[in-house]
């Protein structure tokens, strides 16, 4: 199975600052079509999961453009340009290359300062 | 608008069954990947099981394998969790979630707790 390691598990952020979230996998992610399967979550407290990004760096519709998604191979990262109160909760990524099992990251909680 | 909506959470004992639904509005049903994704109290996201469109495919985590079944009814727009022999570590709030490449859908997810 693909582990999908995080960090940091926890970040402080004030309000208006950058953050970023690394997601590591244990093998490429990139499909024998060259696509690489990698999304980002965001789970706000007491909600279901949203996915925010997917195939690495295509965000969903009616997500700000303040979170963007890069990387490739095994080494991916999540950057909120600006951090708003709305985003406290948890993220997640998730690889969908080599399943199953679908595996996800254990997850990075954002927090205001 | 799009609904997920799961039920048929409970309280169960260990060894015992429950069956989960989740019913589905708003998107076109039969043409996306349905998955049922666990979280258990305080912990992370764990995928559980998924099935194709038509329902001719199905995958489980291992440790669910022989336990649950996936299945759905594209006529009532429903998915279905079967679980049998049921287990302390199987207690979570259970997801629905629908898939295509530019759509991702979850419902808010029934709580199934396996205790004596």
């Known amino acids: 199975d693909v582990v999908m390691t995080q960090s940091p598990l926890s970040l402080s952020v004030s309000l208006g600052q950058p953050a970023s979230i690394s997601c590591r996998s244990s093998?490429?992610?990139?499909?024998?079509?060259?696509?690489?399967?990698l999304n980002w979550f965001h789970q706000r407290p007491g909600q279901s999961p949203r996915r925010l990004i997917y195939?690495?760096?295509t965000r969903d519709s009616g997500v700000p453009d303040r979170f963007s998604g890069s990387g490739s191979g095994t080494e991916f990262t999540l950057k909120i340009s600006r951090v708003e109160a709305e985003d406290v909760g948890i993220f997640y990524c998730?690889?969908?290359?080599?399943?199953?099992?679908?595996?996800f990251g254990q997850g990075t909680r954002l927090e205001i300062e | 608008e799009v609904h997920l909506v799961e039920s048929g959470g409970g309280l169960v004992q260990p060894g015992g069954s429950l069956k989960l639904s989740c019913a589905a509005s708003g998107f076109p049903f039969s043409e996306f990947w349905m998955s049922w994704v666990r979280q258990a109290p305080g912990k992370g996201l764990e995928w559980v099981s998924n099935i194709n469109g038509d329902g001719s495919t199905k995958y489980y985590v291992d440790s669910v394998k022989g336990r649950f079944s996936i299945s759905r009814d594209n006529s009532k727009n429903l998915l279905f969790l079967e679980m049998t022999r049921l287990r302390a570590d199987d207690t979570a709030v259970y997801f629905c979630?629908?898939?295509?490449?530019?759509?991702?859908?979850w419902g808010r997810g029934t709580l199934v707790t396996v205790s004596s």
């Open positions: 195939r690495v760096s």
């Open positions: 979630a629908g898939t295509v490449i530019t759509d991702n859908y």
């Open positions: 998730m690889q969908g290359t080599h399943w199953p099992p679908i595996t």
């Open positions: 093998e490429s992610l990139v499909y024998t079509d060259g696509t690489t399967f």
